[in-house]
Nanobody
Framework: QVQLVESGGGLVQTGGSLRLSCAASGRSFSSVVMGWFRQTPAKGREFVASISWNSDQTMYADSVKGRFTISRDNAENMAYLQMNSLKPEDTAVYYC??????????????????WGQGTQVTVSS
């Protein structure tokens, strides 16, 4: 069993920044792919970013490339999502997730076994 807990969400103005954190506990964290997704009532759940177990590979949705950065600290069992140049369309509930069988970053939600409870990010215009 794996527990994932997100934090760092909040209200920010357009152009601002936020750093989301995901604390993992339970099964080995250092060997799994981590991902961030977001969800809104209008768009449903969408992929944001993913990172390999050793951070050598990352993957981003086109909508966040150049603005968001995914990272991880295996010694601390933490994953992060640095979000810069935020836009109102980034408003969503953000979730971290872990994939225990994919060898590389993946944008497919079905590849992820465990999910956090989500953290709200609101970007005001």
């Amino acid at each position: 069993q794996v527990q994932l807990v997100e934090s760092g969400g909040g209200l920010v103005q357009t152009g601002g920044s936020l750093r989301l954190s995901c604390a993992a506990s339970g099964r080995s964290f250092s060997s799994v792919v981590m991902g961030w997704f977001r969800q809104t009532p209008a768009k449903g759940r969408e992929f944001v970013a993913s990172i390999s177990w050793n951070s050598d590979q990352t993957m981003y949705a086109d909508s966040v490339k150049g603005r968001f950065t995914i990272s991880r600290d295996n010694a601390e069992n933490m994953a992060y999502l640095q979000m810069n140049s935020l836009k109102p369309e980034d408003t969503a509930v953000y979730y971290c997730a872990s994939s225990h069988w994919r060898p590389r970053p993946t944008p497919n939600a079905d590849d992820y076994s465990y999910w956090g409870q989500g953290t709200q990010v609101t970007v005001s215009s």
